[in-house]
Antibody
């Protein structure tokens, strides 16, 4: 059974760096799927953050690109998100998901999500 | 502002059909066949319902179907059930290594 689980701190101060890890089970991240990060601000819609292939190929949302780094650890079957210089606007539920083979298509399945709050 | 436009709400009675639209441009929905649809129940993670415009993942009832005409994609739910009440989001590849979502539609079963 394919499962993804986000982990990381739930509370940050402005200007800090958000760091989350997606732990993958049920399939190898070196198989021909991408891994993606998506977030959802409270009461709002979904926003794609970026995606990564096991080779290291990455795609980022242009609006976040200057602050985002996504990396992958094939030995641990996990991939990670870093978002620097966070503000209150980055408060959201962050999801990781397996993504279709071309890296810019469907997400399935999704992790349960983790709430990250940014507050002084 | 979301790149794809969805109606904020839609509704229907049990047994009826309802269609949710997702409007983009000639550069995204109109150009690529990578439209996906997700169902999100309150407090839960989104679930893939349709991918590549018309394809249904294993386990998704055939009451859910997808289509596209020009710059507008659509999700149709036939034989509406109370369990279908949720938020629905569309997404698509938008070119230049970018992926966008719609603003979401809240489906109410009357």
């Amino acid at each position: 059974q394919v499962q993804l689980q986000e982990s990381g701190p739930g509370l940050l101060k402005p200007s800090e760096t958000l760091s989350l890890t997606c732990i993958v089970s049920g399939y190898s991240i070196t198989s021909h799927y991408y891994g993606g990060w998506i977030r959802q601000s409270p009461g709002k819609g979904l926003e794609w953050i970026g995606s990564i292939y096991y080779s290291g190929t990455t795609y980022y949302n242009p609006s976040l690109k200057s602050r985002v780094t996504i990396s992958i650890d094939t030995s641990r079957n996990q991939f990670s998100l870093k978002l620097n210089s966070v503000t209150a606007a980055d408060t959201a539920v962050y999801y990781c998901a397996r993504q279709g083979v071309n890296g810019l298509s469907w997400f399935d399945p999704w992790g349960q999500g983790t709430l990250v709050a940014v507050s002084s | 502002q979301s790149a794809l436009t969805q109606p904020p709400s839609a509704s229907g009675s049990p047994g009826q059909s309802v269609t949710i639209s997702c409007t983009g441009t000639t550069s995204d929905v109109g150009y690529y066949n990578y439209v996906s649809w997700y169902q999100q129940r309150p407090g839960k993670a989104p679930k893939l319902m349709i991918y590549e415009v018309t394809k249904r993942p294993s386990g998704v009832p055939d009451r859910f179907s997808g289509s596209k005409s020009g710059n507008t994609a659509s999700l149709t739910v036939s034989g509406l059930q109370a369990d279908d009440e949720a938020d629905y989001y569309c997404s698509t590849y938008a070119g230049s290594d970018n992926l966008v979502f719609g603003g979401g539609t809240k489906l109410t079963v009357l």
